[in-house]
């Protein structure tokens, strides 16, 4: 079997290049996953961009118009405080997205028109259909321009997966929190706030003690390749001399 160290990184690594592009599926998900990476590169003076891919009408019991409205408001306010340089709203029906060929050549508009050189998608195996709808649609859209020269990324959000990179994020964990509780509307549906710091805290393990809070993604290594491949490469990893 492989030692751990073949499997989890053991050390944290620089942020990636500038300017990003982070595909969010919902108004908070790039805050919950990636919230702290965003701050760091809002204070490194990077470039970043932010799509919320759903309108969020299905995170609640209130009335969906008014609810769309208010998850935007807290996207809006949430981005600024996060030091995101420009906002993109796709507005797709919440828990109704689909790959379909109008939505990958959005996508591809808006890579050509942002030259990103990190591109961040939740990562597939994450539970939520519209998490693992949104990284397939970007998948393909980078497949689908041929020409794409940075990397892509996945992060996490609800749950943990394989990853080959960690980024220490204790120095900025507070202000990420403080974040978070701007998505007041969705803090009262579940525990969203304990489920962040647990994430934060349990990417800390292969980290030194005095490592805080860190996030975890998946440097994927050929866009040439389908997104399901590399998904099950990254887990044949975890059997390897069994």
């Known amino acids: 079997m492989l030692p751990e160290s073949e499997l989890i990184p053991y050390g944290s690594s620089e942020l990636p290049p500038g300017p990003w592009l982070v595909f969010s599926p919902h108004p908070d998900d790039e805050t919950f996953g990636l919230g702290g990476s965003l701050i760091l590169a809002s204070q490194q003076k990077l470039e970043t961009h932010v799509v919320f891919v759903t309108d969020g009408a299905l995170g609640g019991t209130t009335d969906q118009g008014s609810l769309v409205n208010c998850r935007k408001a807290e996207a809006e306010q949430a981005s600024a405080a996060l030091g995101v340089s420009q906002i993109h709203f796709f507005g797709e029906p919440d828990r109704g997205l689909q790959v379909s060929d109008r939505l ?139």
């Open 104 to 242: 990958i050549e959005r996508v591809c508009e808006l890579i050509r028109v942002v030259g990103p050189a990190s591109v961040f998608i939740p990562t597939p195996l994450e539970y939520h259909p519209d998490h693992r709808a949104t990284s397939e649609i970007v998948w393909r859209s980078v497949q689908a321009m041929g020409d794409f020269s940075g990397e892509v990324y996945g992060y996490e959000v609800s749950n943990l997966a394989p990853i080959n990179l960690l980024i220490d994020t204790s120095a900025v964990a507070a202000q990420k929190y403080e974040v978070v509780k701007i998505y007041a509307s969705q803090l009262t549906e579940s525990k969203y706030m304990a489920l962040v710091k647990a994430v934060d805290t349990a990417r800390t393990f292969s980290l030194p003690l005095e490592c805080e809070a860190a996030e975890g993604f998946f440097r994927f290594s050929d866009v040439s390749r389908t997104l399901e491949e590399q998904v099950l490469e990254s887990l044949r990893l975890f059997f390897k001399g069994s």
